[in-house]
């Protein structure tokens, strides 16, 4: 299963939804209000929302010198 | 809702941190929808915080033996409540847990808050705390008899404090 347009959303607490938007945003926002007491909107959830298949950025790496 | 890099953080000017603690036997574990660490939850303007953390304790995990807190703290931007939320070993379910292990107490200075507090030194106060409810608060030493009181034997009571 390709995981073009999944989108990932986790909590400091631990806790992390992975799915389309539609998915995980009620999902996210059920967790906060029902867990943390926080209220939030669509744009919060995706705006905190990371696609799964995001390239990973490379460490950086010291260049040598001379 | 705060977008930090690793996730949504709890916000707000006020929050509660609570140990969710339960009794093993002859002995006492952390444990909570967050697993065995520290649960934060967001206190709005109107509702009393012990209000919302029985509610979203009761929502979230089931009915809750024993709400106190026990403790408060300023962390960055906000003030934190500590709350130890005792409950019934039935109510653990699947969530993880662990041995509470004893620590050191955050010890300020004569007019400076401690320059670091572990959860742990909260957890540790917060069970002292309970150790002196137990032994001064007829409702308390009510919910928390026979084992509990064997196992609150070993921390030193101490009422309600600030930490910083």
């Not at chain 1, 943390?36 to 490379?58: I, S, W």
């Not at chain 2, 890099?5 to 952390?30: I, S």
């Not at chain 2, 008899?145 to 030193?156: C, E, I, K, M, R």
Request: proline share 9%.
């Amino acid at each position: 299963m390709s995981d073009d347009g999944l989108l990932r959303v986790g909590c400091v607490c631990g806790w992390e939804v992975v799915g389309t938007e539609d998915e995980i945003v009620p999902a996210v926002l059920d967790h906060g209000q029902r867990v943390h007491n926080m209220p939030g909107t669509r744009e919060d959830v995706l705006a905190n929302a990371k696609p799964v298949n995001a390239p990973t950025p490379e460490p950086a790496r010291a260049e040598p010198e001379g | 809702m705060t977008r930090l890099a690793d996730g949504f953080e709890v916000e707000g000017p006020v929050q509660a941190e609570v140990f969710v603690v339960w009794l093993n036997g002859d002995h006492l574990e952390l444990t909570g929808p967050c697993g065995a660490a520290p649960w934060l939850i967001e206190l709005g303007e109107v509702e009393h915080p012990v209000a919302v953390v029985e509610r979203i304790v009761r929502d979230v995990v089931g009915p809750p033996v024993l709400v106190h807190s026990t403790s408060w703290r300023r962390d960055g931007a906000a003030v934190v409540l500590s709350f130890v939320v005792v409950i019934a070993p039935g109510l653990v379910g699947e969530m993880d847990t662990a041995p509470i292990g004893r620590s050191e107490l955050a010890r300020s200075a004569a007019t400076e808050a401690p320059p670091e507090i572990a959860y742990q030194q909260v957890l540790e106060h917060g069970l002292r705390h309970m150790a002196w409810l137990a032994t001064d608060d007829p409702v308390v030493r009510g919910e928390l008899s026979g084992p509990w009181q064997a196992v609150l034997a070993s921390y030193v009571p101490e009422p309600f404090r600030a930490l910083g």
